[in-house]
């Protein structure tokens, strides 16, 4: 019989490989932007707009190289600008653009409503409960 721990484990796993795609689906769907991309336009305007790329790979827990052309694409779109590390030659800073701002702010209102949908079953109180209880596994160790 399984402990209240690997439970747990094994339905946070479930439950990121239902819900993930569906709201890729939604997000994608209304903004024309997949989640991942919205992934790092999030992280790029929660950090003031501007991060190394390294700072960028630690918050969307992506290896370097998925990071590096991610950001690529995004500024192919013209959603992020590559600039220079002045103290650093080897690395470069991802830049949040005017048009990546307009896109991400339309997608997260699509993006915040869905995730609100796909937890509507849940009982607010338990929804809190369940929240710490895995903040509190993460403690100091988050990104």
């Keep these: 019989m399984p402990t209240d721990a690997e439970r747990t484990w094994a339905a946070v796993l479930r439950l990121h490989a239902a819900v993930l795609p569906r709201l890729d689906r939604a997000v994608t769907r209304a903004s024309g932007i997949p989640l991942a991309w ?20 630690e918050r969307v827990v992506l290896s370097r190289t998925r990071v590096s052309r991610l950001v690529d ?9 590559r600039e220079p590390n002045p ?10 653009t005017a048009e990546g701002k307009r896109r991400f702010l339309a997608a997260a209102r699509v993006y915040l409503p ?4 796909e937890f509507a079953a849940v009982d607010a109180t ?16 988050a990104p």
């Design 114 to 117: 869905a995730i609100e949908r």
């Design 73 to 81: 694409e995004l500024a192919a779109a013209g959603l992020v600008a």
């Design 38 to 57: 919205y992934d790092v336009l999030l992280e790029l305007r929660e950090a003031g707009g501007r991060l190394t790329m390294g700072q960028l790979g």
């Design 126 to 141: 338990q929804l809190a409960a369940v929240a710490d209880g895995l903040e509190s596994v993460l403690g100091d160790r």
């Design 87 to 96: 103290d650093d030659g080897r690395s470069a800073y991802a830049v949040l």
